[in-house]
């Protein structure tokens, strides 16, 4: 198939596309390639991808440019005709939005729109877009469904991308537009962020600096490895969505609709401490970890626990890697990449 995928350089966007070569696909790539974080690791990123494509029987186009520019979407889709979407492109971070919120509003809501208007026009026969765990908010029922309402978010960030999904089911229902949106759970691995806590912790603890533990260490988090979301992201994008026969506009599922859309988890089911998960870093470092315990930071929900039931009826899949085992594979990736 021939595949766009917005935000390419990004941490899942990139593994998204390297998997999507690596089957055949060709892949048309989109990104802005900001400084969020150090743009350095996309373009290392971004290089990887390249040479991928010179061994792989799909061709690789790559576009630098903002999604939020209706000239450059169009100069895009010039590229296609796509036979998937998968929209990985957004302004990430929670403590970001919370001093930055019309970064949020550009790369969520208006290229977002961008991108739903596209597809509309082109036709495209299923677009697969990325939300999150954190729209579950204020919720505490454990663990969190997509088939209980999310309308408590606590920070800016959950409430754009709570607001992708109710713009995708707009443009199911009025064009016909096969959208899934996936709620990812905490995602970490190889070319991670390095503004997440296992890139993070990694660096301070090599370097025997303290690590700082909010919420006093007390998080739980059900951590994601990136090939696990991968998996899920390219399963349910070859499986377009389709209109549930079943949904009740009395009782209304908002998972599902009458129109061909859906909303999936994906996370790995196995929620774990925070205290633990720094273990895993330790072990696979071989060094100890100087803890700073601090209070819980506005916007942070306290514990995440993925229901991962409908994932697995609509494609025959559940995450699974252990937290030992990605967490040392990010280890070894960050020494090769740091030379550490």
Same mark, same amino acid.
């Given at each position: 198939?021939?595949?766009l995928v917005t935000g390419n350089a990004g941490f899942i966007g990139f593994h998204t596309a390297a998997r999507l070569l690596q089957r055949g696909d060709s892949v048309v790539g ?54 998937? =979407?998968? /929209? ?13 919120? &019309? #970064?949020?509003?550009? @790369? ?41 309402? =999310?309308? /408590? ?13 109710? &713009? #995708?089911?707009?443009? @199911? ?63 349910? @994008?070859?499986q377009v969505a389709r209109p549930n026969p079943g949904w009740n506009s009395d009782n209304p599922d908002p998972a599902t609709s009458n129109a061909p859309f859906r909303i999936l ?27 700073e315990l601090l209070p819980l930071q506005p916007g942070d929900v306290p514990n995440t626990c993925a229901d991962v039931s409908s994932l697995i009826e609509a494609v025959n899949y ?23």
């Amino acid at each position: 198939m021939r595949i766009l995928v917005t935000g390419n350089a990004g941490f899942i966007g990139f593994h998204t596309a390297a998997r999507l070569l690596q089957r055949g696909d060709s892949v048309v790539g989109i990104d802005v390639v900001n400084d969020y974080y150090s743009p350095q690791i996309k373009e290392s990123r971004l290089e990887i991808l390249q040479q991928m494509a010179l061994q792989s029987s799909g061709d690789y186009r790559f576009h630098r440019a903002d999604l939020a520019d209706p000239a450059a979407v169009e100069r895009c889709f010039s590229d296609g005709p796509f036979d998937r =979407v998968i /929209h990985l492109a957004a302004q990430a971070g929670v403590r970001y939005s919370l001093s930055n919120p &019309m #970064a949020y509003v550009e @790369s969520n809501i208006v290229a977002f729109t961008r991108i739903l208007e596209a597809c509309r026009h082109a036709n495209v026969a299923h677009l697969t877009y990325a939300s999150t765990s954190s729209v579950y908010g204020a919720n505490t029922n454990m663990p969190f469904s997509e088939h209980r309402g =999310v309308d /408590h978010p606590l920070q800016f960030y959950a409430a754009t991308k709570r607001a992708n999904e109710l &713009m #995708a089911h707009s443009y @199911s229902h009025l064009f016909g537009l096969p959208t899934s949106g996936l709620r990812f759970f905490t995602v970490y691995g190889p070319w991670g962020r390095p503004d997440m806590a296992l890139f993070l912790f990694t660096k301070s603890i090599l370097a025997g600096e303290p690590i700082k533990l909010f919420n006093n260490g007390e998080h739980v988090r059900d951590f994601t490895f990136v090939d696990d979301i991968v998996e899920g992201v390219i399963r349910v @994008s070859d499986q377009v969505a389709r209109p549930n026969p079943g949904w009740n506009s009395d009782n209304p599922d908002p998972a599902t609709s009458n129109a061909p859309f859906r909303i999936l988890n994906i996370g790995n089911n196995a929620p774990v401490h925070l205290t633990a998960y720094v273990e895993a870093i330790e072990q696979a470092l071989g060094k100890k970890a100087t803890r700073e315990l601090l209070p819980l930071q506005p916007g942070d929900v306290p514990n995440t626990c993925a229901d991962v039931s409908s994932l697995i009826e609509a494609v025959n899949y559940r995450p699974a890697t252990p937290v030992q085992e990605g967490v040392a594979r990010f280890v070894h990736w960050y020494r090769e990449y740091f030379g550490v």
